[in-house]
T-cell receptor, first 112, second 112 residues
């Protein structure tokens, strides 16, 4: 059974702080890793993807991948109340074209 | 560019009744996905189409669920008969040649 594990939270951080979201996956054959944001009652939207070990930065967001530890994380710098949402980690065995396996998501709350 | 369109947005039915969901993907997107998202969970893949061909339906409960994608564009997902446990949000997503899956707004199904 291929699994993607996330702490369901809620994770609460003050406005302006760094929010750190973590995800582990079970299948070492996983090739691509995605972070989706889902606001309450809305559909998921892609924030970032990462394929290689190390860090990938996009604005206030940084994705970190450690394949040896089967661990991927998302850092949100200067957190804003508008970042309050559920963050879904997803992995693909077949690269970017493969099917996605989603975690349950971590609910983030940014307090003003 | 118009996004993924789904209808209806909400559906309430009694158990044992049939129900159908419709999806119109983004124009030019050959890959279409149907997901089911239960409350507090991440989306779970039901079926994936490449053009009109269902390339992965391993997670589709075939005793009661069926899907079609005529002419490789619109798709319909059907449940017959519905059970209480089918209450969930049914998401349609589409993808072109890149990595990003674009999700529709979903259909929230309630089975009474």
């Amino acid at each position: 059974q291929k699994e993607v594990e996330q702490n369901s939270g809620p994770l609460s951080v003050p406005e302006g702080a760094i929010a750190s979201l973590n995800c582990t996956y079970s299948d070492r054959g996983s090739q691509s890793f995605f972070w989706y944001r889902q606001y309450s009652g809305k559909s998921p939207e892609l924030i970032m993807f990462i394929y290689s070990n190390g860090d990938k930065e996009d604005g206030r967001f940084t994705a970190q991948l450690n394949k040896a530890s089967q661990y991927v994380s998302l850092l949100i710098r200067d957190s804003q109340p508008s970042d309050s949402a559920t963050y879904l980690c997803a992995v693909s065995l077949g690269g970017s074209q493969g099917n996605l396996i989603f975690g349950k998501g971590t609910k983030l709350s940014v307090k003003p | 560019e118009a996004g993924v369109v789904q209808s209806p947005r909400y559906k309430i039915i009694e158990k044992k009744q049939p129900v159908a969901f419709w999806c119109n993907p983004i124009s030019g997107h050959n890959t279409l996905y149907w997901y089911r998202q239960n409350l507090g969970q991440g989306p779970e893949l039901l079926i994936r189409y490449e053009n009109e061909e269902a390339v992965d339906d391993s997670q589709l409960p075939k005793d009661r669920f069926s899907a079609e994608r005529l002419k490789g564009v619109d798709s319909t997902l059907k449940i017959q008969p519905a059970e209480l446990g089918d209450s969930a949000v049914y998401l349609c997503a589409s993808r072109s040649t890149g990595h990003e899956q674009f999700f529709g707004p979903g259909t929230r199904l309630t089975v009474l």
